[in-house]
Structure formats: C-alpha cells, structure tokens
C-alpha cells in the first residue's frame, strides 16, 4: 500500500504507488528550485553586504 495515497498498490521495492511517485518528484524538484532561489537570495544580500563592508549579523 502506498504511503502517500494510502489507495494504490506498490511495487515491493517502492514505498509510493505510479501516481505519487510522479508526484512525489514534481514536489521535490519544486522545493529545490524554491531553496535554489532561496538561497541565491541569501547570496545576493551577502554580496550587498560586502559590497557595504557590512556583514550579515550587523544589518
């Protein structure tokens, strides 16, 4: 049984049935480009920072 769905059959190596697995991955690859924007974020206002001879701590 699914752990996701909890409807659907697995296959004995996979905790997710077909369907969630292709949703689980679609969530991963959307949570890794929102902590890749995050992050270059994070680093566009550490750059800033230097730029001001700041650091992050301070502002």
């Not at 997710?16 to 890749?36: I, N, Q, S, W």
Request: hydrophobic residues 40%.
């Amino acid at each position: 049984m699914c752990i996701r769905c909890g409807e659907h059959e697995t296959p004995l190596d996979r905790p997710y049935c077909v369907h969630c697995t292709f949703a689980v991955r679609a969530e991963v690859e959307d949570g890794l480009r929102k902590l890749g924007e995050y992050l270059g974020a994070w680093a566009a206002f550490d750059a800033w920072c230097a730029a001001r001879r700041r650091s992050v701590a301070s502002v």
